[in-house]
Antibody, heavy 118, light 108 residues
Framework: QVQLVESGGGLVKPGGSLRLSCAASGFTFSDYFMSWFRQAPGRGPEWVSY????????YYADSVKGRFTISRDNAKNLLYLQMNSLRAEDTAVYYCARGVAPRSFDYWGQGTLVTVSS | EIVLTQSPGTLSLSPGERATLSCRAS???????LAWYQQKPGQAPRLLIY???SRATGIPDRFSGSGSGTDFTLTISRLEPEDYAVYYCQLYANSRWTFGQGTKVEIK
């Protein structure tokens, strides 16, 4: 069965960095585009970043552009989100999700909490 | 930037009743890229509808989606106890995804 498992969240000070990972299993990872989403406490989901199946097309939300970097390792079935220059407003549960045509997301991980606080 | 506005904010209905949720886009959009998700507390969003009207795998047929242009609707024909949740519409456009602010369906 399809599984997405995020890891790497935690407490970090403003200006700090974290790298999130998403381990995929149960499907051919290299066939699917992927995205990261986040959800701040009490708020709706927010799209963060997208990467196509081969890693050549990448998009970012304006709120994270220049600070976050998405990448993937298709040989290891892993998706990453490198987060630098973290701010308090980046505090959220971060989800990875599998993309399906036409541009929706059919499987999501359970999420990993990132807290940015001094 | 296209803004999605969902209404109402909260819908109070009894089991067995029909729920009608609205999602309005700030400009005309492609219905191919309009999706609906359900989210329960402590859980990730769950894809219900894609392409405005196609049910995702395993979604019961009491869930249906419709609409085009700027106005889209999610209908739950007869509410079951497990349907009480928050529902979000989502749009892909211009290399980004946006969500509406959500409609909470609560037990009356």
């Amino acid at each position: 069965q399809v599984q997405l498992v995020e890891s790497g969240g935690g407490l970090v000070k403003p200006g700090g960095s974290l790298r999130l990972s998403c381990a995929a299993s149960g499907f051919t990872f290299s066939d699917y585009f992927m995205s990261w989403f986040r959800q701040a406490p009490g708020r709706g989901p927010e799209w963060v970043s997208y990467i196509d199946s081969g890693g050549s097309a990448i998009y970012y939300a304006d709120s994270v552009k220049g600070r976050f970097t998405i990448s993937r390792d298709n040989a290891k079935n892993l998706l990453y989100l490198q987060m630098n220059s973290l701010r308090a407003e980046d505090t959220a549960v971060y989800y990875c999700a599998r993309g399906v045509a036409p541009r929706s997301f059919d499987y999501w991980g359970q999420g990993t909490l990132v807290t940015v606080s001094s | 930037e296209i803004v999605l506005t969902q209404s109402p904010g909260t819908l109070s209905l009894s089991p067995g009743e029909r729920a009608t949720l609205s999602c309005r886009a700030s400009q005309s959009v492609s219905s191919s890229y309009l999706a609906w998700y359900q989210q329960k507390p402590g859980q990730a969003p769950r894809l219900l509808i894609y392409g405005a009207s196609s049910r995702a795998t395993g979604i019961p047929d009491r869930f249906s989606g419709s609409g085009s242009g700027t106005d889209f609707t999610l209908t739950i024909s007869r509410l079951e106890p497990e349907d009480y949740a928050v529902y979000y519409c989502q749009l892909y456009a211009n290399s980004r995804w946006t969500f509406g602010q959500g409609t909470k369906v609560e037990i009356k």
